[in-house]
């Protein structure tokens, strides 16, 4: 299991790099990393059944010899090959893959596989091919998550030969969980992981990884809130209660009941010498930011420091500037610390820090980097806590003394759920939104009516309102048929009022989007060109219109998050999601948006069409979070981890003691894998 993947027959110093960048660098990391998907190469489809959007699989004959071209001033060559069956003709076309020609050459007959997309026509974008199979050696063919430079055929192949060179791996599970939750052996499992024969055996493989990978998450996360809840570290913070009244006082609204009832669990918490590890749950929109303010100016009242750390740079910024003006009256400072900061200026800050010159100090993971040294750290707050995972915010709060921690997430999880994901958290849920806030209108635009929805902006851009348009890409892509924000932005120069249209994504450089988010929020850009980089933690209340292109390339969650950009005042906001897709799963998905406002009951939604079952991608690399996110679908499998979690912790026997062991050292492994600049 611990042999280098370099040892494998056609992995290079290249592939090595690569892979290891997926988490991979031994033959166990290869033989335990999960298809992201399988295909059942048995089910086929004729070629006058194709249809835009599609992963199909079909037979077909090459008509003619491959015809190989460049395109304009790119270089980019495109091989098409013209295929055809029974039924009716397609073109497979391949890019920067001119061998391709030398093997499908005229009269041969392959079975392919591949999206339909569309190059001019409809086409098959770089389908795999190979020898028609007989039928009684078809079988489930798994497709994994892979960089450039590693193929599906070559990805099979390596996991072959590990499998085929290493030794038999020992059991991570006792014959006790094994039996009593009907798991697969840790031999067999690997084996059919990669090469199920049929449904049944590539579900069983896949529950018993998924079942490991939580059940070793609920050890980590209860153990974690045993150890917190036995220390004693003296850092309980006593609030100031005229000073927070005075505080909230001074908004510009008035706190729902949900938000008071939410700041006075945290203070009380706070206030507790056992460290605090609170989560806030809340729809988008919902005022979690206030409540850590509140939190924060607490700590900062008490001669302690806090800190905020927020998931990208742009938010960072917002919520600088947002506690600057909020905490000014009271004399609390305000410090901002990202990977953007420039060199003399962190040293500056990181001295200050050190010295407790900066009681708040908001900033990226860049606020727990190797030469960040806190004066009495009190306060760890994290915003959008799946994005940080459980790793970051341990390595957060290993820079001060146990400080508490407080996390919030818009991800919406019912309350069942989350106590068992999130084991080692106190939970709170804000279940209201603001006094005043309507609902944002939400429609479907099907292609064809583009233009008729960018007039209506058009209309409400020159009345004075501000509108977000997101793009799926950056740039034009040869192989995604969907629009980009670079030809999105182009086109709405010409359409809207001159100079009122600007481009953010997040290739741009940290100065340059910093100053097209201030032209936005201070209304001299009304017409925000983006990709998601606005989906988390842009608050720009004037903004009334959220497009999306290509959404049902997007995740219910993803565009709930978008539309909670928008309807942040008292004017009524809208939300157009254009789709390219008019197929009937496509259309029924996005308009659960159209029926409900509700981020618990969309995720609800979204689940019953998916489907329990779709669990796939079991063992992501980074920290623990990434990997659990694409299982929280399998209530069931949740809650027999977590009962199989507490039956160990009481056990005393070894076999017990060695799985907790494993999921701890799992656990560290994960958490060593966190980058700091």
């Given amino acids: 299991m611990d042999m280098p993947v370099s040892r494998i027959k056609g992995i290079g110093p290249k592939r090595v790099q690569a892979l290891s960048k997926m988490g991979i660098s031994t033959c166990g990391d290869l033989v335990r990393y999960a298809p992201a998907d399988y295909r059942d190469t048995r089910i086929q489809t004729n070629i006058a059944r194709l249809s835009y959007g599609q992963t199909a699989v079909f037979t077909a004959k090459v008509v003619g010899a491959p015809r190989l071209s460049r395109m304009p001033g790119r270089r980019i060559s495109v091989t098409r090959v013209r295929l055809a069956d029974e039924t009716g003709q397609i073109d497979a076309i391949y890019f920067n893959q001119p061998y391709i020609k030398n093997t499908l050459k005229a009269d041969t007959v392959w079975r392919f596989c591949g999206k339909v997309g569309k190059y001019n026509a409809l086409c098959v974008i770089n389908p795999e091919f190979d020898a028609p199979a007989r039928e009684d050696s078809a079988t489930m063919t798994p ?11 070559m990805m099979r192949g390596f996991v072959a030969e590990a499998l085929d060179q290493m030794e038999h791996p020992a059991e991570t599970l006792d014959s006790i969980v094994l039996h009593d939750y009907s798991l697969m052996p840790l031999d067999q499992a690997i084996y059919r992981l990669h090469f199920p024969r049929d449904e049944r055996e590539m579900q069983e493989a896949v529950r018993r990884f998924s079942f490991e990978e939580l059940l070793n998450f609920q050890i980590a996360m209860a153990m974690r809130r045993q150890q917190r809840v036995n220390a004693k570290t003296g850092q309980g913070i006593h609030t100031n209660w005229q000073a927070v009244d005075e505080l909230i006082a001074s908004l510009p609204y008035e706190l729902t009941r949900a938000q008071m009832l939410t700041a006075s669990e945290v203070l009380d918490d706070m206030a507790n010498s056992v460290p605090m590890n609170r989560l806030i749950q809340g729809d988008v929109g919902s005022g979690k930011t206030i409540i850590a303010a509140i939190a924060m100016f607490s700590a900062a009242l008490a001669k302690r420091q806090a800190i905020f750390m927020a998931p990208t740079e742009i938010l960072a910024q917002q919520q600088y500037q947002t506690l600057c003006k909020l905490y000014e009256p009271f004399g609390i400072k305000v410090a901002l610390l990202t990977g ?6 962190r040293r500056n800050l990181v001295r200050g820090i050190a010295a407790g010159e900066w009681q708040v100090i908001v900033g990226t993971h860049a606020v727990f980097g190797r030469d960040v040294i806190y004066h009495r750290l009190s306060l760890v707050v994290t915003d959008e806590q799946h994005r940080f995972g459980v790793a970051q915010r341990t390595m957060a709060a290993a820079k001060g003394e146990m400080p508490h921690t407080l996390v919030m997430s818009a991800t919406p999880i019912p309350r069942s759920l989350a106590l068992v994901l999130y084991a080692d958290l106190d939970i709170s849920i804000i279940n209201e939104l603001p006094r005043g806030r309507k609902p944002v209108k939400t429609r479907i635009v099907p292609a064809y009516k583009r233009s008729d929805m960018y007039g209506f902006v058009r209309d409400h851009v020159r009345d004075g309102e501000k509108c977000y348009v997101v793009c799926p890409l950056v740039e034009e892509s040869d192989v995604i048929h969907a629009r980009s924000a670079q030809e999105t932005f182009e086109e709405l120069s010409q359409r809207m009022p001159k ?17 097209t988010i201030n032209a936005f929020a201070h209304g001299d850009i009304r017409v925000l060109v983006s990709t998601t980089v606005v989906e988390v933690g842009m608050d720009v209340p004037e903004a009334t219109i959220m497009v999306v292109e290509n959404a049902e390339r997007f995740g219910l969650a993803q565009l709930h998050q978008l539309r909670g950009r928008v309807g942040r005042n008292d004017k009524e906001g809208w939300c157009f999601l254009v789709s390219e897709d008019e197929g009937r799963p496509a259309i029924e998905r996005l308009n659960v948006l159209t029926q409900s406002n509700d981020g618990f009951e969309i995720a609800s939604r979204d689940l019953a069409l998916r489907g329990p079952g779709q669990m796939l991608g079991t063992s992501q690399h980074g920290t623990m979070d990434d990997g659990i996110m694409h299982l929280v679908q399998d209530i069931e499998l949740v809650k027999q981890t977590h009962d199989a ?10 076999q017990a003691h060695n799985i907790i062991s494993h999921a701890l050292s799992i656990f560290e492994k994960k958490s060593s894998h966190v980058v700091l600049n």
Avoid at 340 to 345: I, L, N, Y
């Fill in 340 to 345: 953007s900061t420039p060199k003399a200026e």
């Fill in 645 to 654: 979690a507490q039956s160990l912790m009481l056990r005393e026997d070894v």
């Fill in 143 to 153: 497709v994994y998550r892979l960089p450039s430079g590693i193929s599906q055929k």
């Fill in 499 to 515: 100079g009122t249209v600007a481009l953010l994504h997040g290739k741009m450089n940290a100065k340059k989007k910093e100053e």
